[in-house]
Every structure is written in C-alpha cells, then in structure tokens.
C-alpha cells in the first residue's frame, strides 16, 4: 500500500513533534532532579547550621550553673543569657521556607545570645576564682570550638543555597523552577556593625 503525500508530510509532522516533546520532558526530568539535589544540599547544610548552634545552646546551661556558684556574681548578665538563650531556642526555620525575613528572624535571635554570651565573659574577666576553675575553662574552651562551627557551617550554608540560587536562575531552569514551586533560599548576612574595627580601651 503506497501512502499519500499527505500522509507522510503528517507522519513527519507528528515524528517531530513527539521528538521535540520528549526532548521537553527529558530536559524536564532533569532540570527537576538538579533542582531537588541542589535543595536537599541546602537543606543539609541548614541542619548542620541547626546542630552547631543546638551545641552552643545545650552548654550554656553548665555555663550558667558554673558561673552561679561564685558568690556576688552578677545576677542581671545571667538572666541576660537565660532570656537570650529562650528567645533563640525558640525561633524554628523549615529548610523549605528559607527566605529573607525567617532567616533574619533566626540570625537576630542567635545573635542576642551571642551578645549576651559577650557580655558574661567580660563580667567575668572581674572574677578570677572562676576564670581559674577547671570546668570554666573547659566549658569556655568547648564555646570556642563551637563559634568556630558556627562560622564555618554558615559558610558552608551561604555556598550551598549560592550554587542552588544561581541554578535556579539560570535559563531555562528559571521556567522549570517556578512551575515546580522552587524559590530562592536567603543567605547569612554578616552582624550589622561587624566591618569596623572594635575599639580597644586601656
């Protein structure tokens, strides 16, 4: 049986399109997949964020039942970190809604118990029988190290929603992007105030 013109210009017609659209949903695929990978490192990272600052945040009570021990210590700078301490354990973030003003919101908060956290280990630079004591200074020690996470972990946070934003940006992933509910994630901004130099008085 001979077909028609007609009939192959259509069989042709119908080839090219199946062909473009399954280029389409292949591409699809995965963008989609690139997509959820790059989310579910920032979602990783973000709970890594989580863990260091639940580490701070589990030594303080030693921190305060050490300090309370020396007679006369300064009562206010305890409550300080206590209510500072509440305030920060009390901000919860879910990864997927990672933007500009729930993640102020958490960075404010841990922020002000870093600030307090300041302040008592000023307060106590007066009191040399505790600075002495063992447990003070493993404790201080142990809140070091954990700064020290925090710093890096952020950091490794604001590169993973980078690499995830600049993804989600990108042509053609911005069309997929937004069809499929993916957003952009905020990032750490440095504590207002950081860029000067302190001042140092004698």
């Known amino acids: 049986?001979?077909?028609s013109k007609g009939w192959i210009l259509a069989i042709a017609i119908f080839g090219i399109?199946?062909?473009v659209?399954?280029?389409g949903i292949l591409t699809s695929v995965g963008t989609y997949n690139s997509l959820v990978t790059k989310e579910e490192t920032v979602n990783q990272s973000w709970a890594?964020?989580?863990n260091v600052y639940q580490r701070r945040?589990?030594?303080i009570p030693n921190l305060?039942?050490?300090?309370?021990?020396?007679?006369?210590f300064e009562q206010s700078t305890l409550t300080a970190v206590i209510e500072a301490r509440a305030k920060a354990t009390s901000v919860n973030i879910n990864p997927k809604n990672l933007d500009d003003a729930s993640l102020q919101k958490f960075q404010s908060a841990q922020d002000g118990l870093s600030s307090a956290l300041s302040r008592l280990m000023v307060v106590v630079e007066k009191y040399p029988e505790l600075k002495a004591t063992q447990n003070f200074s493993e404790l201080q020690?142990?809140?070091e190290g954990t700064e020290n996470r925090i710093t890096v972990e952020r950091r490794n946070f604001n590169e993973a929603a980078q690499a995830y934003n600049t993804y989600l940006r990108s042509f053609p992933t911005n069309i997929f992007a937004g069809m499929f509910g993916f957003s952009k994630k905020a990032y750490f901004e440095a504590t207002k105030g950081a860029e000067n130099a302190p001042k140092v008085q004698f």
């Open 141 to 143: 020690a142990q809140l």
């Open 21 to 23: 659209v399954l280029i």
């Open 57 to 59: 945040s589990d030594l």
């Open 17 to 19: 399109v199946f062909i």
């Open 48 to 50: 890594n964020v989580q």
């Open 1 to 3: 049986m001979k077909l």
């Open 64 to 72: 305060v039942a050490t300090v309370k021990g020396v007679a006369n």
